[in-house]
């Protein structure tokens, strides 16, 4: 874990180069030297009066797998939140019906999209690159 600085972000208070205790964040580019910086220090974020200071993992834990009984469940919601969805899109569309109607469909729709991208998400089909979203789109593209 090292720190990185947003340099928009930066008022140039540099509390953070009084801070370091290895001066790492003292480089004549303003970002950070993150060879120097200790893993997880946190000083120069902790000091840091805007904020622009954070810091980074280096290396992230693999995800765990999913069951796949509860992977199928999800999809099904998934499915299901996705058909609501259509069904609220309907009837925000629809100029017959009440303002207030159309109003609470929109929000409805919403609410299904979100559903069904935390649904996917939770099945595992939605992490960037993963063997479980890979095979989903061989298999509604016929690849």
């Not at 910086?37 to 834990?61: E, F, K, Q, T, W």
Request: proline residues 5%.
């Amino acid at each position: 874990m090292y720190a990185r600085r947003k340099l928009s972000l930066c008022t140039k208070d540099c509390i953070c180069l009084f801070i370091c205790p290895t001066g790492a964040t003292n480089t004549p580019t303003g970002q950070i030297d993150s060879e120097r910086c200790l893993d997880g220090c946190r000083l120069c974020v902790d000091a840091c009066p805007s904020h622009a200071i954070h810091l980074v993992m280096d290396n992230y834990a693999e995800p765990a797998p999913k069951n796949s009984d509860l992977s199928s469940l999800l999809l099904e919601l998934t499915e299901s939140k996705t058909g609501q969805e259509a069904i609220a899109e309907t009837t925000a569309g629809d100029e017959s019906q009440s303002p207030g109607v159309r109003k609470l469909a929109r929000a409805l729709k919403l609410s299904c999209r979100i559903l069904a991208e935390d649904g996917a998400r939770e099945a595992g089909y939605m992490i960037p690159g993963c063997k479980a979203g890979r095979d989903l789109i061989e298999s509604l593209t016929g690849d």
